[in-house]
């Protein structure tokens, strides 16, 4: 154990004197220092999250430290940016979650630097804390292709703040036509953006035109928001590229039966406040949402060693760095292409499979045991278009419209983390299906 | 009516020529200016929402402008800051609560200017408003006595972005304390400093005493959060001075069985990050949260007139400015000696009768009836002190405990606005009293 040596390296710990490490190993970080092996997860998405649940009760000390006090069911967040669900329904306390788990302690922190020579990491607020196992599931943002001053204009949606700033963008567009065309007979023309034509971009174009047709409707005197423009513009020739041709096809009737604009060769050449260039034409938006790209956490780079060009961390067969087998990197940050070849992709349910299956190795090594090389499971794909659509794949079969749309539900509502969430999301989408309300339609935040 | 004139006058709008004075009175602000008086109500509070309900398929034409889209059920914001409720289930969009109210136009802006000659009102975006009548009901924030530099440290809790700041603060000082008590062996003091001891003063007290006994204290692992210090400081001699001198005693009692510290005759000398100032003695505090003190909103200060020292406007019997009977100023931004000669308290209910009261008073107006002064009628007043524990005053009747705890949460059940939040709150509150759980646990924003 060496968290005296690293407390000694960190200037704002000030100097132990040679004398004292006997004694300081009493007061080294774990506190409750058993002698056994000290695992360090960093991140609580769902890598870490199941990495720390799969160890809990185990022969081992978990430490599990990240920015958030909460885990956020990712796969529903875009629900949270178009009012569907309010923000504590898709995300529950990291310590919560852990309750039960004695080993497991979870600490609000923000990794600033690993030693991988001394196996330490060095934390934000400039404490060292060691590891005998490192796993590292800090997770992606969208990428901008090089071109980040477009985040200001067409915001992503990765955590519950960029969720909540969303909504309030899209709320927002409405109130502001509202106000136009009744205060000034202007122009109200009301026009979104989406842009990326994946799973996400698809959800949300479908929702932001649900939110127009249907749920804000009946609410606005002046304005007509059914005549809301809503784009998605896709740099393909099809959206939903992971999917089979038919079934691309599929969700772009789906979408344009919802009066979305599916404009596929589309690449987006620039953007700014209010404005988007596609094909060389100037395109007025009110709203641009950002859902394509992907840029791994920058935890990657500080190892070391080479990233590919999404920042992932190109991993071993078992999710280790190479020569550093108590170094796992997993979830969105990493790459790898599996015993079956297959390319694991930045989907929830892979980095929950490569979470528990990290921890079933440490454990194996724990248990003298020979690790297994990992091997992604395809549970099939899902992608929701509004109420009532979606399409699915299951290894060859395929689903469209409201069986997919079924289907989607249960699997999101088992995936749930917490009891609780499961319930609250289940009774929320039961009530905004019969009444078309919708509950989380507030503006937060202070400019008007 | 002069919208041309307002607009000509407004610099934003540019110069309209005299000779297109006629035709511009069709595109002036109302749009379906229908010959019917103009309404124009300033915040969608307790006074100004109950007035626009009030005039709801009413012969004039009623114009709501408020900050926020959502009207934010008050009384109940500090259980979103002590992680109780959820901000969508004590907000309602004010479009929604008046989707009905088809002469009801809502509009997300802000008052920066009363012209009361020439009866408009000007806009934070430039524009400017004719009114016929003008309800201004923008309410109040708590005042700290000339020491504005103390918000910064101790926060009070008007609005949701207040409520949530200080769920963040609260939370966060466990996050901390345990941090600090893993890594550092250090300091695991929590201390918690609530400044006021009115109704919101202690109901804040006893609901940090209840999270740190009972809702967070099996998460933490290395702090034990039942050790936590809440201390309440009051500057008179008992707590909660409207009550009579027995409901207080038990008040404080049932705050006691917390193991809240009830500090009366204790005013704050002064205070900073991390500490209070109190009978000349420093004492450290994680958090401090303000509850104290009235301080009217800006806009009464528009008026021309001389405001009392919480800003307040002196009203006419009838709520309305001397020599101004088209303007009435009501909740909060008013102050006066009703016809009983009972100064009307800053409570919900009164805003609520006030803004029933103007209404039906404009409605008299265009009947040719005759004003009548207003008399606020005392329904009672409830306390809560944590789970289980309240204080209550119905005219000579006096509770306290469990009996009125189960009264003020169905008084509180019943005035929520919309149907759909009493569902949602209401099985909120048996679900965390039966399970001890509560769902509003996230830390949100950016800082760790």
Not at 28 to 42: C, F, L, Q
Not at 98 to 112: G, I, K, Q, R, S
Not at 368 to 392: H, Q, S
Not at 420 to 429: A, S
Request: include cysteine; glycine fraction near 8%.
């Amino acid at each position: 154990m060496n968290e005296t040596k690293a407390r000694a390296e960190d200037p704002k710990q000030g100097k132990i004197e040679p004398g004292s490490q006997d004694t300081s190993l009493k007061a080294a970080p774990t506190r409750r220092a058993s002698g056994r092996k000290k695992v360090v997860i960093v991140g609580g998405g769902f890598g870490g999250l199941y990495a720390a649940k799969s160890l809990a009760g185990k022969e081992v000390d978990v430490i599990l430290i990240d920015k958030k006090n909460h885990h956020t069911f990712q796969p529903l967040l875009y629900q949270v940016a178009t009012t569907v669900l309010s923000p504590g329904q898709i995300a529950s306390p990291l310590r919560t979650v852990l309750t039960h788990a004695d080993n497991v302690e979870v600490l609000l922190d923000e990794l600033v630097g690993i030693d991988l020579e001394q196996r330490h990491v060095c934390l934000a607020k400039g404490d060292v804390i060691s590891y005998d196992y490192l796993v590292l599931a800090a997770g992606a943002r969208h990428s901008y292709f090089g071109h980040d001053e477009w985040e200001e204009f067409a915001p992503g949606i990765k955590t519950l703040e960029d969720a909540i700033h969303v909504r309030r963008q899209i709320l927002l567009a409405f109130e502001r036509a509202e106000r136009e065309a009744f205060l000034k007979e202007g122009d109200d023309n009301l026009s979104f953006a989406v842009v990326g034509g994946g799973p996400t971009g698809v959800e949300i174009a479908g929702a932001i035109a649900d939110i127009a047709n249907r749920v804000v409707a009946p609410d606005f005197k002046t304005i007509d928001t059914r005549k809301t423009r809503v784009m998605l513009f896709e740099a393909a020739p099809r959206i939903l590229g992971m999917f089979p041709e038919d079934l691309s096809q599929k969700a772009k009737v789906q979408l344009e039966q919802l009066k979305v604009e599916v404009l596929t060769d589309s690449p987006v050449e620039t953007l700014e406040a209010g404005r988007i260039k596609v094909k060389g034409e100037w395109i007025p938006v009110r709203v641009i949402v950002w859902a394509t790209g992907v840029s791994a956490s920058p935890i990657g780079k500080m190892l070391g060693i080479e990233v590919d060009k999404a920042g992932r961390v190109p991993v071993q067969p078992d999710l280790t760095l190479k020569d550093r087998s108590e170094v796992f990197v997993i979830g969105d940050m990493s790459s790898l292409k599996d015993t079956a070849g297959v390319q694991v992709p930045g989907l929830a349910a892979a980095a929950i499979q490569e979470g528990a299956y990290t921890a079933k190795n440490i454990l194996a090594d724990l248990a003298g045991e020979a690790r297994r090389p990992f091997t992604y499971k395809d549970k099939g794909t899902l992608a929701t278009i509004g109420r009532n659509r979606a399409v699915a794949l299951f290894g060859k079969v395929e689903l469209s419209g409201f069986a997919a749309w079924l289907l989607w539900a249960l699997v999101h509502i088992y995936l749930l983390i917490g009891f609780r969430n499961r319930l609250t999301v289940m009774r929320e989408w039961i009530w905004s299906y019969i009444t078309g309300e919708r509950s989380a339609r507030l503006i937060t935040g202070n400019d008007v």
